[in-house]
């Protein structure tokens, strides 16, 4: 047990190692063999939590959590107005704690940790500190392609995928001539993200996926979603236009 291992046969101090590791979308069984082998030996599991309650990395492989695990919940600001820098500073302290006195951190991160994770923020902050190792994981982008049965590139095509909380000059600019496109974090950008389309012409290839592999998971055709309802979980595919036999 690393917990009563923390100094070596020359009383060198061993640190922990910190893993950042990508659970996926939202199945457990997408989570790798991997993930979930350090997801069930490490001593500490760290996870984001938002401040009105959602814990969705956590909910994701909830039954593989044993009792015995330290977990450590790192609330982040709900809204976007507000830094979450102070938040992953703290956040990131505690780790750090529990790696210098030598146990190994899994910090859970819904999805591929390095595309828009949050836990590269954690990355950042100490990564130089200590022995460190990301495990992919399936991105929502890739899953929705997959739920939806929609090809997203071949051959010279180029994918975008983008925020929908950039504004809509920058959404249209980013938007003109795409092959293929992701745009995430929809919630309540979903009408500005709409007009850019319509725009565009690009609404009629558009596809609308929610909390995609989840056991909520809803598939709309886009012209009958209700801006007022859609949630953070969900994204908008643009598919290839291209259909080579
Ligand atoms: C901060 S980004 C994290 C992306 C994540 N690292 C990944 O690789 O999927 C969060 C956004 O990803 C998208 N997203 C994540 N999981 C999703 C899911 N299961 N279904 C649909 N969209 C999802 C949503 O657009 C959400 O607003």
């Known amino acids: 047990m690393t917990e009563l291992n923390t100094t070596d046969m020359i009383g060198t101090s061993i640190k922990g190692r910190l893993y950042g590791l990508g659970i996926g979308p939202g199945d457990p069984e997408l989570l790798t063999l991997k993930a979930h082998r350090i997801l069930t030996s490490v001593p500490v ?106 090809p997203l590139t071949y051959r010279n095509d180029v994918l975008s995928i983008m925020p929908a909380t950039l504004d809509e000059s920058t959404l249209h600019d980013r938007l003109i001539g795409v092959d293929a496109a992701v745009i995430i974090k929809l919630g309540r950008h979903f009408a500005k993200v709409r007009r850019v389309l319509e725009t565009l012409g690009l609404f009629s290839r558009a596809l609308y996926i929610e909390r995609a592999t989840m056991p909520n998971q809803r598939i709309r055709p886009i012209a009958e979603v209700d801006p007022a309802e859609v949630p953070y979980w969900a994204l908008i595919l643009i598919p290839s236009q291209t259909r080579p036999q």
């Open 45 to 150: 599991i760290a996870y984001p939590t938002m401040e009105n309650g959602k814990v969705l990395a956590r909910a994701i492989v909830a039954d593989f959590i044993r009792p015995h695990q330290i977990e450590v919940p790192m609330p982040l600001p709900f809204s976007v107005e507000r830094s979450s820098q102070p938040y992953y500073d703290i956040g990131a302290e505690t780790i750090a704690q529990h790696l210098a006195a030598g146990r190994d951190v899994a910090v859970l991160c819904e999805g591929e940790p390095m595309l828009y994770g949050s836990f590269m923020y954690i990355f950042n902050r100490l990564a130089g500190r200590f022995d460190t190792e990301v495990i992919p994981g399936i991105s929502s982008t890739f899953a929705s392609a997959a739920m939806l049965g929609a």
